[in-house]
């Protein structure tokens, strides 16, 4: 297939991991911190290509996995009101809440829908004028553009019955928030690919200038990884600490300037409850004023108490200090058929991933 | 017929029973064993052991490109004794259809029965309908049981791969699944894809012909190829090694699964077999498999080996190794 097949190379795999061998002098341990690359990984098999001294580990980025309990709840709450429609987007349908999860809620006949795209909600809601409709709104700064932008249609086309229950994520904060908590043994950072395409560098160049460790903007494909994980090797061995693109096919220095101002208009930053990191300062959005009406989060109704299983290590997981193989429920009592904590339901979820692939 | 939906009274027993079985079944599947239309069929015995398989129909939707219920139902059950080896003879076929379902798709789908059973050279000799009140059925079901003449001196079992076998596919995987859910989920990008769904008798027939020392056959459908060879490993006890590079997967299909974020190695198909052979025997058996309409895409995927007992592993298109578990939680329900 034409621009994947090129990015799947065993010949050019082999050189880039002959200069990856040849660069690397001292242990590292590297952090990818997108999901995608957590399963792109595992898929290729890079971990056991790499050189025994180069180390990579699992972080935060699964929008799924870092979703808190309360919002989980809150939507479920709002699934069992009368004539309320939820949709959402594939994954949060597993995900156990307190006690819970949209799923079992749809197998007792609440109507939950599976969405793809973030404008689908406005058809749904266009098509049900006698319901209201809540867009359980979850994603990283790749998706929070589409959904800016479905609030943006929603009051442009005055659809009275669609809502958005918001439960978005910024990743620059969480990283900050990583580091600074100085748990974290990490020597570089593979930087989300398509999360990056929005942002640019700019967002990230704390990581270099204040915490002195060096980052690569990575795409999604083996060799993009093998590449990225080479660049920043280099660095480390050259003492260098900068923010650095691999992924310049799609991702520009500036960003997408278009996509941040949609969020912008829509969003006023704000600090945002993560699973397994707690609050963060910035890491989340309100509302603006204007568009305040459009908000679930402010509908009347009683949420139970959140509560997680108290052995569950998605936290430390997603946070890099623990794998799931030191989780003592990891595929004894939580595998993907029975997922106890958010990191075995996504796809992109480190247990999950690491159950499939391990 | 006059009506044309199904009533509950189709089911009844009674006259409308009768027209449904007079006027749409038999004139289509009447044969001799079926004609008499006794409580139960009489067949002849044959010596020698038999094959007896059954399983049930839920596919949705019930009609999408390269086949229908009725197809799938046919030829699941005939691919089913095919893998053990037997020559499908005989199958049963019964209906559960939901109050109001139009008569013209029953039509249709038993057209299609009766093509993909004089296809598969096997003879429909009983049936059974039933009527379900509306909301109680989602349209139609079917299932159908077979039987089959097992062929003096094959012992083709999941159990038999020995270390240094070779594992053959008979061509690309993944577009029945692929299908359905494009289908389902109203997906604007069908391209030319569509279900592999066929009868594997006569290529497994032709295999037997050149190498009868085959160990064992599989249909790859739900869970894909992936669970289907974890399930082989595991009987057999053996290691399989599988070429990533080497796997038949057509463009259209990588590209849809790039896009969904699926692994074609999990997906069902219902027209593809795997193979376990001898090594000396490989090379041939490959060149029949790709002479025959259904096997043209054939390719040697990989080997049996004796490290890591009951586990399969994959070698990735980029040199690197991983282990391809079964599939866990569901892919999607009602696929086939």
């Given at each position: 297939m034409k621009f994947i097949d090129e990015f799947r190379d065993k010949e050019l795999a082999k050189g880039i991991l002959k200069n990856i061998e040849k660069t690397s002098k001292r242990p590292v341990q590297l952090m990818e911190v997108c999901g995608t690359h957590t399963v792109s990984i595992f898929r290729y098999g890079i971990r056991g290509l790499l050189p025994e001294q180069v180390k990579l580990l699992s972080g935060p980025g699964c929008p799924v996995c870092v979703t808190p309990n309360q919002d989980i709840d809150l939507a479920i709450a709002l699934s069992r009101q009368k004539d309320m429609i939820i949709v959402t987007f594939g994954?949060?349908?597993?995900v156990p809440g307190s006690t819970s999860s949209l799923q079992k809620e749809k197998a007792e006949g609440r109507d939950i829908r599976i969405i793809y795209s973030s404008l689908e909600a406005l058809t749904i809601a266009r098509e049900h004028p006698d319901k209201r409709v809540v867009f359980f709104a979850i994603g990283f700064e790749t998706t929070s553009p589409t959904i800016a932008v479905a609030i943006l249609r929603t009051k442009e086309e005055e659809i009275k019955n669609l809502f958005f229950l918001n439960s978005q994520k910024r990743i620059p904060p969480a990283l900050y928030a990583l580091l600074q908590s100085k748990k974290l043994n990490v020597d570089g950072f593979i930087l989300p690919g398509h999360v990056s395409a929005i942002l640019g560098t700019r967002p990230y160049q704390f990581i270099a200038k204040e915490f002195d460790k060096p980052a690569v903007i990575t795409g999604f494909e083996p060799l993009d990884i093998l590449q990225g994980i080479w660049m920043l090797i280099k660095q480390i061995e050259e003492n260098r600490a900068v923010i650095d693109i691999q992924y310049g096919r799609i991702v520009h220095?500036?960003?997408?300037p278009l996509a941040m101002q949609k969020i912008e208009e829509v969003f006023v930053h704000d600090h945002a409850q993560w699973r397994g990191l707690g609050s963060i300062p910035d890491s989340g959005y309100r509302f603006r004023e204007s568009f305040k009406t459009l908000d679930a989060g402010h509908f009347d109704i009683e949420v139970e108490p959140p509560r997680e299983h108290p052995e569950c290590l998605c936290g430390e997981v997603l946070q890099g200090?623990?794998?799931?193989?030191?989780?003592?429920?990891?595929?004894?009592?939580?595998?993907?058929?029975?997922?106890?904590?958010?990191c075995m339901v996504s796809i992109e979820g480190t247990c999950h991933t690491y159950f499939k692939f391990y | 017929m006059r009506e044309d939906k199904i009533l509950l009274a189709h089911g009844s027993g009674g006259k409308l029973s009768h027209d449904l079985i007079e006027q749409l079944f038999l004139p289509k599947l009447s044969n001799p064993f079926l004609q008499p239309l006794d409580d139960s069929a009489r067949i002849t015995n044959q010596n020698g052991p038999i094959a007896f398989t059954t399983d049930s129909y839920v596919v949705s939707p019930l009609f999408f490109p390269g086949g229908d219920i009725g197809k799938l139902a046919v030829c699941g059950t005939v691919n089913d004794l095919s893998m053990i080896g037997a020559i499908p003879a005989f199958l049963s076929l019964s209906l559960i259809i939901e109050e109001g379902f139009p008569i013209s798709d029953i039509q249709r789908i038993v057209s299609s029965i009766l093509e993909s059973a004089e296809e598969a050279k096997v003879q429909i000799v009983t049936g059974d309908t039933k009527v379900v009140e509306h909301g109680a059925a989602d349209g139609l079901f079917i299932n159908t049981s077979g039987i089959g003449w097992v062929r003096s001196g094959t012992h083709l079992s999941g159990m038999n791969a020995k270390p240094g076998d070779r594992i053959l596919l008979s061509g690309f995987i993944g577009d029945h699944e692929l299908t359905i859910l494009s289908r389902r989920e109203g997906f604007k990008f069908q391209g030319d894809l569509k279900s592999d769904c066929a009868p594997l008798n006569d290529l497994v027939e032709r295999m037997l012909h050149v190498s009868p020392n085959i160990r064992c056959m599989r249909d790859p459908?739900?869970?894909?190829l992936a669970t289907t060879l974890n399930e082989i490993a595991s009987k057999s006890n053996v290691g399989i090694m599988v070429e990533e590079e080497k796997i038949p997967v057509r463009e259209s299909a990588r590209g849809i699964c790039e896009l969904l974020g699926l692994d074609p190695l999990y997906l069902a198909n219902e027209g593809k077999l795997i193979a376990i052979c001898p090594p000396e025997e490989a090379d041939r058996l490959l060149e029949v498999m790709r002479n025959h309409p259904l096997g043209t895409?054939?390719?040697?995927i990989g080997r049996v080996t004796?490290?890591?007992?009951?586990k399969v592993a994959l070698h990735t298109l980029i040199g690197g190794h991983r282990i391809l578990d079964m599939l866990t939680g569901s892919q999607y329900p009602r696929i086939c």
């Open positions: 994954d949060m349908m597993r220095e500036n960003g997408n200090i623990k794998t799931p193989l030191e989780c003592r429920l990891f595929r004894v009592v939580c595998h993907p058929e029975n997922p106890i904590g958010p | 459908t739900r869970g894909g895409d054939s390719a040697i004796e490290e890591h007992p009951k």
